[in-house]
C-alpha cells in the first residue's frame, strides 16, 4: 500500500480555518476529526444542472439569477467523530486505523499533540483537529451538487436527523452510491427503513410508435435508482417489483439500433451483472413469444396438411389461414419483411421499449378466419390462445424478477444466463402439452412449480407448442381438438 489512500496535496494534517477557505459543516459538536472534501464535477455534469433547473415547472426566465451557484470544484470541512465513522464505515475503518495509511499516522501523531497539551479532542478547536482529505467526484452519479448528500451521509451515520426536507428518488440513488463507495450501506439501509420513504409509482405514457404503455426517459431513469437503491441498500421486496417493471418495459439502453447513450451514471449501467441479467431475461421472454407465432407460419408453410375435417377445400384452408395470420401479423408490426437489400432493414421496428403485455395482448386480437363456413376452428385464433393464456400466467411468477437475496448468495444459480445450445450445452426444449393448458392451477401467483416451469418455458433453446398433435395423429375427417374449454378466450 501507498502512503495515502488518495491522490492528495498539502499536509494532511493542515488546519482547518478561515485562512484555508474550507467551509465547516458541523456534523458532531464534538467531533475529534475534520474531513476536508474536495467535490470535483465535470463541466458536462454541471451543464446539464443548470439546464435542469432552469426547465423545473413554474420557473420563469427572469428567475434565472436565483439558480443555485454550481462550481467545478467545491471544498467542504466537516467536524465529525473518528468512532462514529470506524465503527459505521468500512472504508474509514480501513483509512483510519491502519497505520501504513498515512491518515492513520497524521492522526495519531495529531491526538499525541493534543494529549501533551492536556486538551481533548472533543473539546479542542476545529483548527486543532487532525484533518484527513477526501477527493469526490461525479463519476459514478453524474450529478452535481454531491455536498449536502454527502454531509446527510455523515448525519446518518452519526445518527442525527437529516436535513432533507423531502428525499426524492435521485438523491436516495445518490446517497446510496455514496454509501457503497464509503462502506456503509448497512447504517444507511437502516435510515432507510426508518424513513418510511413512500418510492414513487413507475409513471408510463402511451408510445408514439404504437407499443402500449411506455417508459420516458424520466421514468426510466426513477426506475433504475429504485433497482440499484434497494440493490445497494437491501431492500428486496423493491428490488422484486422494480427489476420486473424493467423486463416488462424494456429500456432505450438495449435498443439493438438506436444510437450510444453517452449517459455514464451508474444507474445507466447498473453493477454486479444485473444490466446483462435484466437484459437478458427480457430477451428470453421475447424469445419466447416470438417462438408461437413463428413455430404456427412453419406448421402452415410445411407439407403436413394443418386442416383434419376431410374435405377437398382442405389444402386451400392452410394456404388461406397462413396467407391471414402473415397479414395479421404484419399489420401488428409483429412481423416484418425483409429482402437482401440493406436498406430494407430499416422496416423493422426497435422493440427494446414495447412493453411484453402489449404484444401479448396484441397476439389476442388475431380473428377466427374460416376459408368457408365448413371450417370452424381450423385458424390460428384456437390454437394461440390457451398458449398466450400460460405464457401471460407464468409471467405473473417469482422467478421473472430478480431475488435480491438469491442474487447475493448464489449470482450462478439465480441467473438465466446458464449453458445451453447458444454456448455449446444440450439444447433445451419446451413442449406445450394439453394437460399444462388445462391445469388452471398455473394461473396463480406462487402455485406450485409455477416458478420451476416458468424458468423452462423463458430459458428454452427451441419451443414445441404443438407436440401432441404429431404425437397422436387422428383420421381425416373426425375433426380437431375442442380448445375453447382450456383457455378463457379474449
Excluded at 294 to 311: E, K, N, P, V
Excluded at 444 to 461: K, P, S, Y
Aim: glycine share 6%; charged share 25%; aromatic share 8%.
Amino acid at each position: 500500500m501507498g502512503d495515502s489512500a488518495d491522490d492528495q496535496t498539502g499536509p494532511l494534517s493542515a488546519p482547518a480555518d478561515a485562512g484555508t477557505g474550507l467551509d465547516m459543516v458541523e456534523i458532531a459538536a464534538d467531533g475529534d476529526l475534520v474531513l476536508d472534501v474536495t467535490f470535483d464535477t465535470s463541466n458536462e455534469t454541471l451543464r446539464a444542472a443548470r439546464r435542469a433547473a432552469k426547465s423545473r415547472p413554474g420557473r420563469q426566465a427572469a428567475d434565472a439569477s436565483t439558480l443555485p451557484a454550481l462550481k467545478p470544484r467545491v471544498r467542504r470541512g466537516y467536524r465529525v467523530q473518528l468512532a462514529v465513522l470506524k465503527q459505521n464505515s468500512k472504508y474509514f475503518d480501513n483509512l483510519l486505523s491502519d497505520t501504513r495509511f498515512a491518515e492513520a499516522r497524521s492522526i495519531e501523531a495529531a491526538f499525541e499533540r493534543l494529549s501533551m497539551n492536556n486538551v481533548k479532542p472533543s473539546e479542542a478547536d476545529v483548527t486543532q483537529l487532525p484533518v484527513v482529505r477526501i477527493r469526490e467526484d461525479d463519476e459514478a452519479t453524474q450529478s452535481a451538487g454531491l455536498e449536502p448528500v454527502f454531509a446527510d451521509m455523515l448525519r446518518i451515520l452519526h445518527r442525527k436527523q437529516s436535513t432533507a426536507r423531502a428525499p426524492t428518488m435521485h438523491n436516495l440513488a445518490v446517497l446510496a452510491v455514496l454509501a457503497d463507495r464509503f462502506g456503509c450501506t448497512a447504517a444507511v439501509s437502516r435510515y432507510l427503513n426508518a424513513l418510511k420513504y413512500k418510492w414513487p409509482a413507475t409513471q408510463t405514457s402511451l408510445s408514439k410508435e404504437g407499443g402500449g404503455a411506455a417508459l420516458t426517459a424520466a421514468a426510466e431513469e426513477t426506475l433504475r435508482q429504485k433497482i440499484l437503491v434497494s440493490w445497494l441498500l437491501d431492500q428486496p421486496l423493491k428490488m422484486h417489483a422494480a427489476t420486473r417493471e424493467l423486463i416488462l418495459y424494456g429500456s432505450r439502453r438495449w435498443s439493438a439500433f438506436g444510437e450510444e447513450d453517452t449517459n455514464k451514471a451508474v444507474w445507466w449501467e447498473l453493477p454486479d451483472d444485473l444490466e446483462n441479467e435484466l437484459r437478458h431475461r427480457r430477451d428470453c421472454i421475447l424469445n419466447t413469444i416470438a417462438s408461437v407465432q413463428r413455430h404456427f407460419i412453419q406448421l402452415y408453410s410445411s407439407r403436413t396438411q394443418q386442416c383434419t375435417l376431410g374435405y377437398g377445400s382442405s389444402s386451400s384452408c392452410d394456404s388461406y389461414q397462413l396467407g391471414q395470420m402473415v397479414k395479421f401479423f404484419i399489420s401488428r408490426n409483429l412481423l416484418f419483411l425483409v429482402d437482401f437489400s440493406p436498406k430494407s432493414m430499416d422496416s423493422i421496428q426497435d422493440y427494446a421499449t414495447v412493453s411484453i403485455p402489449h404484444i401479448i395482448a396484441t397476439l389476442r386480437q388475431c380473428p377466427s378466419y374460416q376459408v368457408d363456413t365448413n371450417h370452424h376452428n381450423c385458424g390460428l385464433r384456437t390454437r394461440i390462445l390457451p398458449i398466450l393464456d400460460r405464457i401471460q400466467a407464468l409471467l405473473s411468477s417469482n422467478i421473472v424478477s430478480v431475488s435480491r437475496p438469491a442474487w447475493g448468495k448464489d449470482r450462478e444459480a439465480a441467473s438465466w444466463c446458464r449453458r445451453g445450445a447458444s454456448d455449446g450445452g444440450e439444447p433445451r426444449e419446451f413442449r406445450f402439452t394439453r394437460a399444462m393448458a388445462g391445469n388452471q392451477s398455473m394461473q396463480f401467483e406462487g402455485a406450485m412449480g409455477v416458478d420451476r416451469l416458468a424458468r423452462e418455458l423463458f430459458t428454452a433453446d427451441r419451443w414445441d407448442w404443438t407436440a401432441e398433435d404429431r404425437e397422436e395423429p387422428r383420421e381425416p375427417g373426425l375433426g380437431k381438438w375442442n380448445t375453447p374449454t382450456l383457455g378463457r378466450h379474449v
